[in-house]
T-cell receptor, first 119, second 110 residues
């Protein structure tokens, strides 16, 4: 059974870069049909899709975040990562990594990790 | 920018039926938007209920169903139970790899 586990610092200073990693187990990160996602949820607010990557290197980003986001895959470690630059308090959120099968919205979710932006 | 709309809140009596909807600020929702519904309780990750309009995710009881109603996607809960009290989110595929979540509906069972 696919399991996804987020990891990374829980506290980031304003203007710095938030870096999170998702470790994939129980499934192959280089599956051609799997797409790897980052989604976030600020406290008390709606879910927000951040972006998606595929092992082939294809990436897709939320236009509102595109200038600050990089998502990449490390197949050797069965991990994919999120980097969000120039963070502000508005980036404080629970960050989820997820997987969806191409052509479906059936996301499988990690448990989520809270990242707080504060000095 | 496209906005996905959901009712902010809804209430249903135990045993009753409720239909939540998911629309677009401009245009109609269709099967090509791959409408997907999630259930989320406080402090927990979302759980997929319905994907691709009407396909139930593994382990989801058949009292949850999805459809297109008019120009919106819909999630119907038949025979509501106390533990259905949750937040429900939809997400729509907008093409070119882009997904947009709705604002969520807080469902109360009372």
């Amino acid at each position: 059974q696919l399991q996804l586990q987020e990891s990374g610092p829980g506290l980031v200073k304003p203007s710095e870069t938030l870096s999170l990693t998702c470790t994939v187990s129980g499934g192959s990160i280089n599956s051609g049909t799997s797409y790897w996602d980052w989604i976030r949820q600020p406290p008390g607010k709606r879910l927000e899709w951040i972006g998606t990557t595929h092992y082939s290197g294809s990436t897709y980003y939320n236009p509102s975040l595109k200038s600050r986001v990089t998502i990449s895959v490390d197949m050797s470690k069965s991990q994919f990562s999120l980097k969000l630059s120039s963070v502000t308090a508005a980036d404080t959120a629970v960050y989820y990594c997820a997987r969806h099968i191409g052509g479906t919205g059936n996301f499988s979710w990690g448990q989520g990790t809270l990242a707080t932006v504060s000095s | 920018q496209t906005v996905v709309t959901q009712e902010p809140s809804f209430s249903v009596s135990p045993g009753g039926t409720v239909t939540l909807t998911c629309g677009l600020s401009s245009g109609s929702v269709s099967n090509s938007n791959l409408p997907t519904w999630y259930q989320q309780t406080p402090g927990q990750a979302p759980r997929t209920l319905i994907y691709n309009t009407n396909t139930r995710s593994s382990g989801v009881p058949d009292r949850f169903s999805g459809s297109i109603l008019g120009n919106k996607a819909a999630l119907t809960i038949t025979g509501a139970q106390a533990d259905d009290e949750s937040d429900y989110y939809c997400v729509l595929y907008m093409g070119s790899g882009l997904w947009v979540f709705g604002g969520g509906t807080k469902l109360t069972v009372l």
